[in-house]
C-alpha cells in the first residue's frame, strides 16, 4: 500500500482559496498547486476518510497522473494511453477501496473536460483513456458517446487537459460530493452547497450565534451552516414562496436538523426585534431566474434597512450577489463591505460580499 499518496479537490472557479484553507484547517495534507478550479494536496495520511467530508469541494480525487497536455489536435490523443501506463490503476483502486469503502468496481468510466479549443471532442479524449484502462485492468469500459449515463458502480475515472497539463484522476466516493443526501427538494436559484458551504465558512459562525437567511429557498444556506456549527445558538429561515417553505423544511427534515425554524416572511419586513441577529446568510432573488416579491419588489432598498436593522452591533452579513455594485445602497444603510471575491457559477461571474455593521461614532 501507498504512502505518498496525492490527492485534488475540485470546486467553483473563484473557490479555491476556501477549499485550499478548509484542507489545511482539516490537517488534510500539505498544499502542492493551486490551479483552475482545482486544489492539489499530498496526504499527511494517507488513508484519512476526512478527504471525502470537504464541504466547499465539488469533488475529490485520487491523482493518478500528470503530464504534457497532448495539444488541439487528434494526432495527440494516443499520448493518453501513455498517461495510463504512467499510472497504477490496480493501486489506486485497491486506495479508493478503503476510502470510500466501496466494493472493486466492476467497469470503468471516464469523464472529460478541456480548455480551449480541440479538433477532437471530450468523447474521443474519454475512449483513448476508457480503453487503456479496460485493457490494463481487464474490465468493461462504459463508453459514453454511444451508451450515456454509466452504470453507478464503475470506477469514474476523469481526465482534465487544462492548456499545459493532461491529469488523470480517480473520484474517491461513488456520487460527487456536491451532490448532498439532504437536498431531495430544491427551487430556481437554489444554491450549490459547496458554494453554500463557503458562505457559512466565511459568515465566521460561532457558539450562541443566532443566524438568518432571510430569502431561504430551499434552504442549503442554513442546513450548510448548521452542519458545520451545531453550536450555534439558532438557526431562522425566512422565504415568501411557498413552494419553496416546503422545500426548505423537506431538506432540513432529510438532514435531521428540524432545529432550524422555517416561516413564511417578507424578507423586507421580518418579525424579528432590533439587533438580534449575529449572522445573515443570503442569496437574494435577483429579478432575473427568481422574482423579487413583495415589499422588496417595491422598495428595493428596504432589505438594506432591514439587515442593519435586524443586525446586533458586531453583526456580519454574507450575500451572493449579481454585481459588487448593489453594496451602495448597503453602504447608505449602514453595513460596510469587508470582503469581496468573484466566483464564476456555470460561466456566470456573481459576488460574494461580506459586510458589517457601520460603528457608531
Ligand atoms: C435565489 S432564491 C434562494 C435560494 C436558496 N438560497 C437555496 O439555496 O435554495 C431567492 C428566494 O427569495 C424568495 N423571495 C423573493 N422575494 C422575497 C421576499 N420579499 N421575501 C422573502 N423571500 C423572497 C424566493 O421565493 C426565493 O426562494
Known amino acids: 500500500m501507498r504512502d505518498d499518496v496525492h490527492f485534488v479537490a475540485r470546486c467553483a472557479r473563484g473557490l479555491e482559496p476556501q477549499l485550499a484553507t478548509e484542507i489545511l484547517q482539516r490537517e488534510l495534507g500539505s498544499i502542492t498547486a493551486i490551479g483552475h478550479r482545482s486544489v492539489h494536496f499530498r496526504a499527511w495520511r494517507p488513508y484519512d476518510t476526512g478527504v471525502t467530508g470537504l464541504r466547499t469541494a465539488d469533488d475529490v480525487f485520487l491523482l493518478g497522473a500528470r503530464g504534457r497536455d497532448v495539444g488541439r489536435t487528434k494526432a495527440g490523443l494516443p499520448e493518453l494511453a501513455a498517461l495510463v ?44 483513456v476508457g480503453d487503456a484502462l479496460a485493457a490494463r485492468l481487464k474490465v468493461p469500459y462504459h463508453p459514453r458517446r454511444t451508451q450515456g449515463a454509466p452504470p453507478p458502480d464503475y470506477a469514474p475515472w476523469r481526465l482534465t487537459l487544462d492548456g499545459t497539463r493532461a491529469t488523470l484522476l480517480l473520484r474517491v466516493t461513488p456520487r460527487p460530493l456536491h451532490r448532498r443526501p439532504y437536498k431531495q427538494s430544491t427551487v430556481p436559484g437554489s444554491l450549490h452547497p459547496p458554494l453554500a458551504a463557503a458562505m457559512t465558512r466565511l459568515a465566521d459562525i460561532g457558539p450562541g450565534h443566532t443566524v438568518l437567511d432571510p430569502c431561504c429557498g430551499a434552504g442549503t444556506l442554513l442546513i450548510e451552516a448548521a452542519l458545520a456549527h451545531p453550536e450555534a445558538g439558532r438557526y431562522r429561515g425566512y422565504d415568501i414562496d411557498p413552494t419553496a417553505l416546503e422545500a426548505a423544511r423537506a431538506n432540513r427534515t432529510t438532514a435531521s436538523l428540524d432545529r432550524i425554524r ?100
Open 85 to 128: 501506463r504512467e499510472a497504477d490503476p490496480e493501486e489506486l483502486l485497491r486506495h479508493r477501496t478503503v476510502l470510500a469503502t466501496t466494493e472493486r468496481p466492476p467497469g470503468v468510466e471516464v469523464s472529460a473536460s478541456f480548455l480551449g479549443r480541440r479538433s477532437f471532442n471530450r468523447y474521443d479524449a474519454e475512449d483513448a
Open 262 to 361: 422555517i416561516q413564511r416572511g417578507d424578507a423586507g419586513r421580518l418579525p424579528l426585534p432590533n439587533g438580534t441577529v449575529d449572522r445573515i446568510v443570503c442569496n437574494p432573488p435577483w429579478g432575473t431566474q427568481v422574482e423579487v416579491k413583495a415589499s422588496l419588489a417595491k422598495v428595493p432598498t428596504a432589505w438594506w434597512r432591514e439587515l442593519t436593522r435586524l443586525l446586533t452591533p458586531t453583526g456580519t452579513a454574507v450575500l451572493l450577489l449579481p454585481t459588487p455594485t448593489p453594496v451602495s445602497p448597503a453602504i447608505e444603510a449602514g453595513l460596510l463591505p469587508t470582503h469581496t471575491q468573484r466566483i464564476h457559477l456555470s460561466g456566470t461571474p456573481t459576488y460574494l460580499i461580506k459586510l458589517e455593521k457601520e460603528k457608531p461614532r
